[in-house]
């Protein structure tokens, strides 16, 4: 069983910048963060696999970058130019599969998630 322990959320102004981090206890493929409004659905923000492929979802494209160390087994997710609409819980996910994509059931490993909140 693989746990996912997420840290950096907080508070910024509009403009500011965040890094959220993940430490997985275990080897995985593809580690993901994901991020939920309240009152929406939870939506895939970016992956990176174990050999460095990654993706990142158009709305924060060019202002969100994922990296990794693989030595010790960390995700990164940096924010930066973060906007109000950016505000949720962002939740950190893994997966041993063979197929990394940003659709929340294709992970099955989830971290318990780090509030981001943005002011205008």
């Known amino acids: 069983q693989v746990q996912l322990v997420e840290s950096g959320g907080g508070s910024v102004q509009t403009g500011g910048s965040l890094r959220l981090s993940c430490a997985s206890s275990g080897y995985t493929n593809c580690m993901a963060w994901f991020r939920q409004a309240p009152g929406k659905e939870r939506e895939g923000v970016a992956y990176i696999t174990k050999v460095g492929t990654a993706r990142v979802t158009d709305s924060v494209k060019g202002r969100f970058i994922i990296s990794q160390d693989n030595a010790e087994n960390t995700v990164y997710l940096q924010m930066n130019s973060l906007k109000p609409e950016d505000t949720a819980m962002y939740y950190c996910?893994?997966?041993?599969?063979?197929?990394?994509?940003?659709?929340?059931?294709?992970?099955?490993?989830w971290g318990q998630g780090t509030q981001v909140t943005v002011s205008s």
């Open positions: 996910a893994a997966t041993s599969g063979a197929i990394c994509q940003l659709l929340a059931d294709r992970f099955d490993y």
